[in-house]
């Protein structure tokens, strides 16, 4: 069983960029499809981006196209989100979840499809 653990969030302003890193443990997260999602307080958890096992197609938000950025290290068993020209709006706890995948062409954008999640990490964008 995987296990999940974010870094990298923190307090910035509008305009600034983060990069927020997933590193799993228990499993090899090359054979996972990974999502990122946010909650922000009051708010539904929303999807972010998803990606299938091998990374051959990704889903972004609309909201985030352009601006954030999945991407993989898998040597280090590590998922990251690079997140650019952050807006107040994108100021939630960030999630990144893992789902075993034995094909490697499907992605999620449903919490409730995914078994494995981390802690979450806080990113705060002041205006």
């Known amino acids: 069983q995987v296990q999940l653990v974010e870094s990298g969030g923190g307090l910035v302003q509008a305009g600034d960029s983060l990069r927020l890193s997933c590193a799993a443990s228990?499993?090899?997260?090359?054979?996972?499809?990974v999502g990122w999602f946010r909650q922000a307080p009051g708010k539904e958890r929303e999807v972010v981006v998803a990606t299938t096992r091998s990374d051959v197609v990704t889903y972004y938000a609309e909201s985030v196209k352009g601006r954030f950025t999945i991407s993989r290290d898998n040597v280090k068993n590590t998922v990251f989100l690079e997140m650019n020209k952050l807006q107040p709006e994108d100021t939630a706890t960030y999630y990144c979840a893992a789902e075993f995948s034995g094909s490697g062409g499907i992605y999620y954008i449903r919490a409730a499809q995914y078994h494995y999640w981390g802690q979450g990490t806080q990113v705060t964008v002041s205006s």
């Open positions: 228990g499993g090899t997260l090359s054979t996972y499809a």
